[in-house]
T-cell receptor
Framework: DVKVTQSSRYLVKRTGEKVFLECVQD?????MFWYRQDPGLGLRLIYF???????EKGDIPEGYSVSREKKERFSLILESASTNQTSMYLC??????????????FGPGTRLTVT | QQQVKQSPQSLIVQKGGISIINCAYENTAFDYFPWYQQFPGKGPALLIAIRPDVSEKKEGRFTISFNKSAKQFSLHIMDSQPGDSATYFCAASMTGGFKTIFGAGTRLFVKA
């Protein structure tokens, strides 16, 4: 059974803290993605990575950075958390070629609250 | 040009009825159109997908209808059940691309 796991289901942080969200996949996928999900806004892409140490900005990268040191692991970093980063964060992975990017496997999400 | 517009935002259907969710896209380079289903507390999961060389794809009670000339596609859920209550996202991607573009989502509630 394929799996994408995220380090925390719920997280509460204070404004200004550095926050790390971790994602691990066991499918040997090349692509990994970080999204945030907000009501009425759907899934917005923050960053994605198509290979180890490679990263590309998505639609809303401001205030975030990422790290991919190993193929199976993709980390999202909030350098200085702010209240407008309170959201559900979803990690996903997919194959690189063909229809791969359209067939994404998602983790269960991390609900982050910044106070 | 990269947007996928989805409607309605929410939908209430009686048990046994047909649920219909519509999506429209602009970029004709898209060549793969998946639908994702998300239950509360879970991540989205791929439900069904279609390529533009066919006009319809059916899997059980779920059918995608695709209109290439209108650049529209829709999800039909026949004989809707309370267990179908979830948020549904349409999406689009292209071969060789890295990203999938998601619609804003439709919250479906099926009344028993």
């Amino acid at each position: 059974d394929v799996k994408v796991t995220q380090s925390s289901r719920y997280l509460v942080k204070r404004t200004g803290e550095k926050v790390f969200l971790e994602c691990v996949q066991d499918m040997d996928h090349e692509n990994m993605f970080w999204y945030r999900q907000d009501p009425g806004l759907g899934l917005r892409l923050i960053y994605f990575s198509y290979d180890v140490k490679m990263k590309e900005k998505g639609d809303i990268p401001e205030g975030y950075s990422v790290s991919r040191e190993k193929k199976e692991r993709f980390s999202l970093i909030l350098e200085s958390a702010s209240t407008n980063q309170t959201s559900m964060y979803l990690c996903a992975s997919s194959w690189l070629g063909g229809q791969g990017p359209g067939e994404q496997y998602f983790g269960p999400g991390t609900r982050l609250t910044v106070t | 040009q990269q947007q996928v517009k989805q409607s309605p935002q929410s939908l209430i259907v009686q048990k046994g009825g047909i649920s219909i969710i519509n999506c429209a896209y602009e970029n004709t380079a898209f060549d793969y159109f998946p639908w994702y289903q998300q239950f509360p507390g879970k991540g989205p999961a791929l439900l069904i997908a279609i390529r533009p060389d066919v006009s319809e794809k059916k899997e059980g009670r779920f059918t995608i209808s695709f209109n290439k000339s209108a650049k529209q596609f829709s999800l039909h859920i026949m004989d809707s059940q309370p267990g179908d209550s979830a948020t549904y996202f349409c999406a689009a991607s292209m071969t060789g691309g890295f990203k999938t573009i998601f619609g804003a989502g439709t919250r479906l509630f099926v009344k028993a």
